[in-house]
């Protein structure tokens, strides 16, 4: 008997499946003004199913307006096309319904509620608020599902305010996926986590990412360099650079505008370092004198 249940589901690719039957999103000429100001100036990009994007950038290069305007809340011209249909000028709750999630940099779940609950909600399967606090006895499939992807099945009665601050972003990305959102668009998810917490979002990233969109907004060069299949770097309201973890990093536009930043030239060196340590032969570094 089989003791291992073997993965069958897709990783995400470098540049995603391209399958005719793929889902996408077409950004085209994106441009969000506050006032006169273009905190978002003519963004193309493309994003395909299967693709692990990671989205990076200084302070202010306009990375949650970029979000922020492909979901709706802020007002925006240009063109998001999400596999054939145009979501610019729809209403936030329609593009939800569309299949285009996403979350916050706080975590936004219900504290008081259990982890059923919050999943429930954000099923939203037209039941009353009355319904919804009593205990089911019953687990909707997309909800079990959910359950199992994120490892929180043990915790289904927990009240969400107990939970670590990985686990309420877990429960986040688990309302998404009980929420049939096909593009999740994730900002800042691994903030305030610990190593380990980082470690094991990646791999639910991973896990999510192969037959979705997933786009992750990040500081953290570590995280990107261990999960993006790849990488677009915005600057100034534009894309700055646009490809593999390795394609931007060896960008001299990129280096530029990192260096400009103490943290971020401190990030892309530690990297450049880790990459010299990683070429270094580990049978010769551990050669004891
Ligand atoms: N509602 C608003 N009104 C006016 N200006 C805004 C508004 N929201 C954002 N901005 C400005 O737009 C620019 C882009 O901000 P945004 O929050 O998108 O950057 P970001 O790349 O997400 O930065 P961070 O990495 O710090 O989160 C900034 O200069 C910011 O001050
Ligand atoms: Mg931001």
Redesign the pocket.
């Known amino acids: 008997m089989n003791t291992t249940t073997a993965t069958t589901a897709p990783e995400p690719t470098f540049g995603g499946n391209a399958g005719m039957s793929s889902d996408y999103l077409e950004i085209r000429g994106l441009t969000v003004e506050?006032?006169g100001?273009k905190?978002v100036s003519g963004v193309d990009m493309t994003l395909l199913q299967g693709d692990l994007r990671f989205l990076i950038?200084?302070?202010?290069?306009?990375?949650?307006?970029?979000i922020d305007a492909i979901t709706g809340l802020?007002p925006a011209t240009g063109s998001v096309n999400k596999s054939g249909v145009e979501l610019i000028g729809k209403k936030v709750h329609k593009i939800a319904r569309l299949g285009v999630g996403r979350t916050f940099q706080t975590a936004s779940v219900f504290e008081q509620l259990t982890v059923l609950q919050n999943l429930d909600i954000a099923a939203g399967a037209g039941r009353s608020a009355t319904t919804l606090l009593r205990r089911r006895t019953t687990v909707l499939p997309a909800i079990d599902e959910a359950l199992e992807i994120t490892g929180l099945a043990a915790l289904i009665d927990a009240p969400a305010g107990i939970l670590a601050h990985g686990q309420k972003q877990w429960l986040e990305i688990g309302m998404l996926l009980v929420q049939n959102a096909s593009v999740l668009l994730l900002d800042e998810p691994v903030a305030g986590m610990s190593t380990d917490e980082r470690e094991e979002t990646g791999n639910l990233l991973r896990r999510i990412g192969g037959e979705r969109t997933v786009v992750v907004?990040e500081?953290d060069m570590d995280f990107m360099r261990a999960f993006a299949t790849s990488v677009t770097v915005?600057a100034g309201?534009k894309v700055l650079s646009e490809g593999t973890v390795a394609e931007v990093q060896a960008d001299p536009k990129v280096q530029e505008v990192y260096l400009g930043t103490a943290a971020g030239g401190e990030e892309l060196e530690k990297v450049a370092v880790r990459d010299e340590v990683a070429n270094v032969d580990p049978e010769q570094e551990s050669t004891d004198a």
């Open positions: 506050f006032d100001f905190a950038g200084p302070n202010g290069a306009g990375k949650t307006t970029l802020v907004v500081h915005m309201g």
